[in-house]
């Protein structure tokens, strides 16, 4: 990587920060496709969150990403939010054009697009979605907005289930839309694809899943879009039992190559070389994650 005077800063907001592997794909990436561009981390407080998204306007940041506590947060401070952002209530990715900031949100189609790369349809499907928070958010409203035929969100607190349920509901009236407790899952095992969407299974709580796998039909597929582990112990039970599974990394992976085909309008090269791009991240990131555990 050579820094100069010419390297384009972007950089990832949020808190906690220390454990992302977000500085470890973008600045791969950026080397990969042969950007002057260089991507930091940086843990922030909610008292100075206004000074630092001025000071970004002021060293000219050509955008970052934001995560945890700040995606909804952030959205007061844009100058634009794209659609499917606003579908989504929440930003995770901000593009600064001569000053204005412009909100994305990567996170649905970075779902939907790990799930087309295993040769999964959303339209006209069933799925049950494990979780209630931000994640599952995202993932849930992408599923709508994409033809799901059936969305039934279960959660360990049912009144987070329910608020997210009404509001697809209300948006969405071509999507069936059900809520329930995570206690209730064997009402619900006709599912085509169930998506844990909650923690349950994230380092460092990974000998725990968030419902028994071996319940499921042999024809489920299973998703858990937790990374730390790359597999889970809800992955690993389904995989014994036959099951196809899929885990987070790729949603990972594809949200970081969308953010910056939006940063760098760069779609073209972007899509060309989309597949080596995620061959080697996926063969990296074992070792990535294992250094950050
Ligand atoms: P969040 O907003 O804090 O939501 C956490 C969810 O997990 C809630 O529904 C919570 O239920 C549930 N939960 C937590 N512990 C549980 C347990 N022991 N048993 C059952 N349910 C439990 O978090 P988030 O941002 O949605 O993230 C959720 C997970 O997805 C994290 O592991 C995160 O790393 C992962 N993630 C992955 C990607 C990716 O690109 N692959 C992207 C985003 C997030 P209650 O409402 O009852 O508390």
Redesign the pocket.
Known sequence: MNIDWNTDIYCLIGNPVSKSLSPRIHNYIFEFNNKNCIYLAFKVEDRDFKAIINSFKALNIKGFNVT?PYKIKIMDHLDEIEKEARLLGAVNTVKNVNGKLIGYNT?GL?FARSLTEEGIKIEDRNFLIL??????HAISTKLAIEGAKKIVIL???IK?AEVLGKNIKDKFENTQVTWDS?DNVVKYLDSDIVVN????G?YPNED?S?IDSTILNEDTVIYD???KPIETKFLKDAKRNKLKTIG?IS??IN?AILSQQIWLNDVENYSKNFKKIEGFLDSNVEDIVNKLL
Request: hydrophobic letters at 40%; one cysteine or more.
């Open positions: 945890i996170d970075g979780g209630a928070g931000g994640a599952s959660n360990r607190t987070k995570l969407c909650t923690s349950a994230m725990i968030p879009i937790i990374y987070g949603m990972l949200q």
